[in-house]
């Protein structure tokens, strides 16, 4: 095994757990039938070519080391997708409580947006993995964001490998114009957000109600045969 592999491990299996964590608070409000301010959660190692990307960029060597991952503070990453802006707070705040991390830095691109027009809720954390050669602390990166603000930060990613930083005056009048679009309609869908939660709410249950008369329809066809 590579030292890049042994380095990359413990980030790997801290991302793995994170996912499960947070989806499993996902569940605790389905059990709960409280509706859930989490709508998905994705995660990723960053791959070398990235890491090395930002070590250029940082001044950083390119090395396996514990300055690497003090310094690149998203080598793990987590992102948690919301339905609506307030819900970034409510998971936030979830976040904070918890005691098998640590949260110890934030930055708040959405009251403050970037001047791209990038919005998101990052938290830094200390998350601890336990290894074959012991506990690792690993410093790993969590985005909240509502899916709006994904979509606009997906296609921006693309165009910035594409124009490598450096986005045409007309390209970047655009983004910054469909990220105040993707902003605006954050704020509708939350001025009637009782609305969309009670036609989701109505939806699940007609959808659970057409399961059961399946699932029934076909154990009696079963037992009649």
Wanted: with cysteine.
């Amino acid at each position: 095994m590579g030292q890049w592999e042994v380095f990359l491990s413990p980030y790997r299996q801290a991302v793995d757990e994170l996912k499960i964590k947070l989806k499993g608070m996902r569940s605790q409000f389905g059990i709960m039938s409280a509706n859930s301010p989490i709508e998905f959660v994705t995660g990723r190692v960053k791959p070398l070519a990235s890491i090395y990307d930002k070590s250029l960029d940082k001044e950083i060597p390119f090395e396996p080391t514990a300055r690497l991952g003090n310094e690149l503070q998203d080598i793990a990453g987590v992102r948690i997708m919301c339905q609506f802006v307030d819900d970034i707070a409510t998971v936030t705040e979830l976040i904070r409580q918890r005691n098998d991390m640590k949260v110890i830095e934030e930055k708040d691109y959405i009251t403050h947006s970037k001047p791209s027009g990038y919005r998101s809720h990052h938290m830094i954390i200390e998350y601890p993995v336990e290894t074959i050669q012991g506990r690792i602390v690993v410093v790993a990166e969590i985005q909240i964001r509502t899916l709006a603000m994904n979509f606009w930060a997906s296609i921006e990613h693309s165009m910035n490998y594409k124009y490598k930083g450096i986005f045409p005056e007309e390209i970047k009048n655009r983004l910054q114009s469909a990220a105040e679009a993707a902003f605006r309609l954050d704020e509708e869908m939350s001025s009637i957000r009782s609305e969309i939660q009670e036609a989701q709410a109505y939806f699940s249950e007609i959808k659970e109600a057409t399961n059961t008369a399946i699932h029934k329809s076909t154990d009696k066809e079963e037992r009649d045969n």
